[in-house]
T-cell receptor, first 113, second 114 residues
């Protein structure tokens, strides 16, 4: 079966520091991968998605970037964090019979101070 | 483009009472429809999904949802709510035609009174 991992689970970072969040998927190959952000009390905002190694699509302009160095690894980064980057970051992969369903990881809580 | 609306931001029900969470979608053809549940500090867990066939779909944890094309709705139901059902519930719509086509509602927060 497929599983998705995210780490760290929680992160507290000062403003202006760099960021690296990692997401890995097991049990599937060449999945579509997604990064979402969920601000406190808000819905999900799609940040990036990737259909393959080195292929990144950005949904919104922002302080963040994403990379996919390996087939089942998706990384969310920032060179300098802003206060507004605080939130809950969710990684997801797309599967199902016709690749119609997104399955989510446990999330990373980021607090920028 | 497809979209989804969850009219209720917050719902409170008593334990043992029935539950219905509303979801309305907008899409020209038959969409893929999903309900997810999110406990505090956790990721989203898929409860159920619909993309064809029987319009009443059964999910995990005793939940079910009914697709009503005439009303563009996909409401989630549970006959008897348990305290552990307290969580945030998200409805989503997709088409599987594009890689970034899934749209999520704003969520409904469920509180369960003892």
């Amino acid at each position: 079966s497929q599983t998705i991992h995210q780490w760290p689970a929680t992160l507290v970072q000062p403003v202006g520091s760099p960021l690296s969040l990692e997401c890995t998927v097991e049990g599937t190959s060449n999945p579509n991968l997604y990064w979402y952000r969920q601000a406190a009390g808000r819905g999900l905002q799609l940040l990036f998605y990737s259909v393959g190694i080195g292929q990144i699509s950005s949904e919104v302009p922002q302080n963040l970037s994403a990379s996919r160095p390996q087939d089942r690894q998706f990384i969310l980064s920032s060179k300098k964090l802003l206060l507004s980057d605080s939130g809950f970051y969710l990684c997801a992969w797309r599967g199902g019979r016709t690749q119609e369903t997104q399955y989510f990881g446990p999330g990373t809580r980021l607090l920028v101070l | 483009a497809q979209s989804v609306t969850q009219p209720d931001i917050h719902i409170t029900v008593s334990e043992g009472a029935s539950l219905e969470l509303r979801c309305n979608y907008s899409y020209g053809a038959t969409p893929y429809l999903f309900w997810y549940v999110q406990s505090p500090g956790q990721g989203l867990q898929l409860l159920l999904k619909y993309f064809s066939g029987d319009t009443l779909v059964q999910g995990i944890k005793g939940f079910e949802a009914e697709f009503k094309r005439s009303q563009s709705s996909f409401n989630l139901r549970k006959p008897s709510v348990h305290w552990s059902d307290a969580a945030e519930y998200f409805c989503a719509v997709g088409t599987a035609l594009k890689n970034n086509d899934m749209r999520f509602g704003a969520g409904t927060r469920l509180t369960v009174k003892p």
